[in-house]
């Protein structure tokens, strides 16, 4: 027995960019940049939203538009184990307190669950590994 051959169903809106250019008055942009525009309808008031119009050779709206950089990965490593303070400072969590810890005194122990920060040289690696942060 063959396998029963599957209909998709393809919308042809969905193809030609119909319902974006129903909401947007144009056929939606086929390039790589973003546009942003900035300035106001002209005679609007500074309350209302700005008018988008599309981005043609000579308008004005081709100053504005900006290319999109690259993103940076943020270390899974340095995410699980440091958390960055809004001061510059990362905050972690010392070891010693999961497992094994039965023959500790409890002054050992409670040393262990009190956070500790990175020195200066390890904040500096880890605002390379945290970028967002």
């Not at 290319?67 to 905050?91: D, E, H, Q």
């Not at 002054?107 to 390379?128: D, E, M, W, Y």
Request: charged fraction near 25%.
């Amino acid at each position: 027995m063959g396998k029963a051959k599957r209909e998709t169903f393809r919308n042809p809106q969905h193809d030609s960019g119909e319902k974006q250019k129903k909401a947007l008055g144009h056929p939606p942009l086929k390039s790589t940049a973003f546009v942003s525009v900035s300035r106001m309808a002209a005679g609007s008031s500074p309350t209302t939203t700005p008018a988008l119009a599309p981005a043609t050779a000579n308008s004005i709206l081709c100053n504005a538009v900006r290319y999109m950089g690259y993103k940076l990965k943020t270390n899974s490593a340095a995410k699980k184990r440091f958390v960055a303070l809004p001061s510059g400072k990362f905050k972690h969590w010392r070891a010693g307190k999961r497992h094994l810890n039965t023959g500790m005194d409890r002054g050992r122990l409670n040393k262990a669950g009190i956070a500790s920060f990175a020195t200066t040289a390890q904040a500096k690696h880890l605002r390379r590994l945290m970028p967002y942060s």
